[in-house]
């Protein structure tokens, strides 16, 4: 089992910037990659950005690519996603999630509101 707690969400202007983080527990050393995910309301859960821990591939969603980095700890503990220029579209929950395989996630945070006003 891997244990996913989100932190750093809030309420910000447009163009201002947010630190997200999730601290990781348990098995880390199963997870072959994590990523971050986001659902705003009414609509499905989206992709934002993943890493991978063999290669350290790191991937983006069109939407806020040259906006947002993802990075880690570099011991599989703790995930952020540094939210750069953030826009009212960018509001939704923020979930962490952590991969035991290659393309599905198996584990999910509570998730963290990220509010962006116009």
């Known amino acids: 089992q891997v244990q996913l707690v989100e932190s750093g969400g809030g309420l910000v202007q447009a163009g201002d910037s947010l630190s997200l983080s999730c601290a990781a527990s348990?098995?880390?050393?199963?997870?072959?990659?994590m990523g971050w995910f986001r659902q705003a309301p009414g609509k499905e859960r989206e992709f934002v950005a993943a890493i991978t821990w063999i290669g350290g591939t790191i991937d983006y969603a069109d939407s806020v690519k040259g906006r947002f980095t993802i990075s880690s700890d570099g011991a599989r503990n703790t995930l952020y996603l540094q939210m750069n220029s953030l826009k009212p579209e960018d509001t939704a929950v923020y979930y962490c999630?952590?991969?035991?395989?290659?393309?599905?996630?198996?584990?999910w945070g509570q998730g963290t509101q990220v509010t962006v006003s116009s």
């Open positions: 348990g098995r880390t050393f199963s997870s072959v990659a």
């Open positions: 999630a952590a991969a035991i395989s290659y393309g599905r996630y198996n584990y």
